[in-house]
């Protein structure tokens, strides 16, 4: 085997970083990637303490054709590495005094429907034909183009299909069509949450993730979403992709135009290390890497152009260990039982810490009997915030967490707060210390209507020619499977790039 000729230098070894770099390996890159903690997975980690595992971010495991579609890449299966099991109910969602499981049945789902709204089943087939639609286009086409020129969407597919595409509708005028009662269409508007903005400000092309929630279903990996990162990182060490942990990325030096080494430091021993490379990759926040890394003059974008890009939310989390079971409860559950509107209003219109929060619960134990003790709950909670708010204290997150368990005491009808004998919080502070994240943010930019595909940051530098991004902050925007898929499209394009210089 001939040793690669061409070096590339990823930073960050999260869900896009990983996958750029094995993409790039493959196709005979000599890899490094240099990752500030001291194991892969960025947002993604897990932490091990007293008996329980927590994962620290993603906790939804949607689209596993996306998954499967990137192991076969490296003639691999989802199979290989970790065992699926497909959630039913997919999960509950709490509204003023009652609550729904959404079955896994879709014809299960589409009676529950009917049950409140005559007409909603057949309304449902409908609204799902042309979510299919969108899902195949956009997910097999739109998101793999780099997002470098309005070329990439001259497609006669395309072309034909704009309309049904339903780029320039709402995605709240568009459930609005099909379903009048107002827990349908907050079910409906749920999905888009996940792109980080309101229903009325996201376009209706993202009804496709209703059809990756109804259709694809909700899905959890054995032993947690962590067992994805493992997956990951086998897989791109045995494509020949070194990582080295505990070493963080403080400077870029750039020569007439090209970026020739990397300057780095142990988080351990602050040893200095340079690297050279042929090509340098972005792949932890692309605002930080830009602002301080770069100096001034290589920089794409300027600081008013970041300030008014809008932000999808930032997070506030606890990751809880309960010494008991619980009784009824299920592994996903959403609490819409306060004022959607003016949570909402929080987040993007007027930013402030929510006064009546719509929150998430996770219960995975209720699946996975090994991410906590025998007898005891493992339970991971989060609320949305808003970006960039101030006043992160522990004060502060000791109300809203005292807040959630007395609603969760209530909605559940048990005791939880005598059976705590875990606790951590998560929030603002923290995505900014661990991953220099812009604002504080969770997710990324919101995939708003201005801010999609050529709108988004550019996924190469426009200033440095062998500088490039991958990740949240460009194409295709955020979330687990769209970061896996931009490592891809950053590699080929990439590679594309020096195959015909």
């Not at 195949?136 to 997002?147: A, C």
Request: glycine letters at 8%; one cysteine or more.
């Amino acid at each position: 085997m001939q040793s690669p000729t061409k070096k590339a230098l990823v930073i960050g070894a999260g869900f896009a970083g990983m996958s750029v770099a094995t993409f790039l390996a493959k196709k005979g890159w000599g890899v490094t990637v240099v990752e500030k903690h001291n194991l892969p997975g960025g947002r993604a980690r897990k932490f091990e303490v007293d008996g329980f595992t927590f994962d620290m971010g993603p906790s939804w495991y949607w689209m596993p054709d996306v998954f499967e579609r990137y192991f076969n890449s490296f003639g691999k299966k989802v199979s290989d590495f970790y065992t699926l099991k497909r959630l039913d109910p997919s999960y509950r969602v709490y509204f003023d005094e009652t609550y729904w499981d959404m079955p896994a049945n879709y014809n299960a789902l589409g009676a529950l429907l009917e049950s409140v709204e005559p007409g909603a089943a057949k309304a449902l087939d409908q609204f799902m034909e042309e979510a299919k639609f969108k899902y195949e286009v956009g997910v097999g086409k739109l998101v793999h183009q780099p997002g470098i020129s309005l070329k990439e969407f001259v497609d006669m597919d395309l072309i034909k299909g704009v309309f049904k595409l339903d780029v320039f509708h709402s995605m709240k005028k568009h459930v609005a069509r099909f379903f009048k009662h107002p827990y349908i269409q907050k079910l409906m508007e749920f999905p888009v949450l996940f792109l980080g903005a309101l229903p009325q400000n996201t376009p209706a092309l993202y009804s496709l993730m209703n059809y990756a929630d109804i259709k694809g279903g909700t899905w959890y990996p054995e032993f947690g979403m962590y067992s994805i990162v493992q997956a990951m990182y086998d897989t791109a060490k045995a494509e020949g992709v070194v990582f080295n942990f505990g070493e963080e990325a403080l400077q870029i030096e750039v020569v007439n135009g090209m970026a020739k080494t990397c300057l780095t430091k142990s988080t351990l021993t602050g040893v200095q290390k340079h690297y050279e490379f042929e090509v340098v990759v972005g792949a932890g926040d692309y605002h930080h890497i830009e602002t301080k890394l770069l100096i001034n003059k290589y920089q794409s974008y300027t600081a008013s152009y970041w300030d008014t890009r809008t932000m999808a939310p930032s997070s506030l989390l606890y990751y809880v260990g309960l010494n008991k079971k619980l009784t009824g409860v299920t592994h996903h559950s959403l609490f819409f039982d306060t004022d959607f509107e003016l949570h909402g209003k929080e987040i993007y219109t007027d930013p402030s810490w929510p006064s009546k929060p719509l929150f998430y619960a996770s219960v995975p134990s209720v699946t996975d009997a090994t991410v906590a003790p025998a007898g005891c709950e493992n339970l991971f909670l989060l609320i949305p915030v808003a970006a960039g708010l101030e006043g992160d204290t522990e004060e502060v997150r000791d109300k809203y967490f005292n807040e959630l368990i007395a609603r969760l005491e209530q909605r559940w009808g048990q005791t939880i707060s005598d059976s705590i004998v875990y606790k951590k919080s998560y929030a603002i502070s923290d995505f900014k210390s661990d991953y220099h994240s812009f604002k504080g943010n969770a997710y990324g930019l919101a995939n708003t209507l201005l801010q999609t595909a050529i709108l988004k940051p550019s996924c190469k530098s426009k200033k440095v020619k062998n500088l490039y991004y991958t990740g949240q902050l460009t194409v295709p925007g955020p979330g687990v499977p769209p970061s896996l898929i931009s490592g891809e499209v950053v590699a080929e394009l990439i590679h594309k790039n020096y195959k015909t210089n």
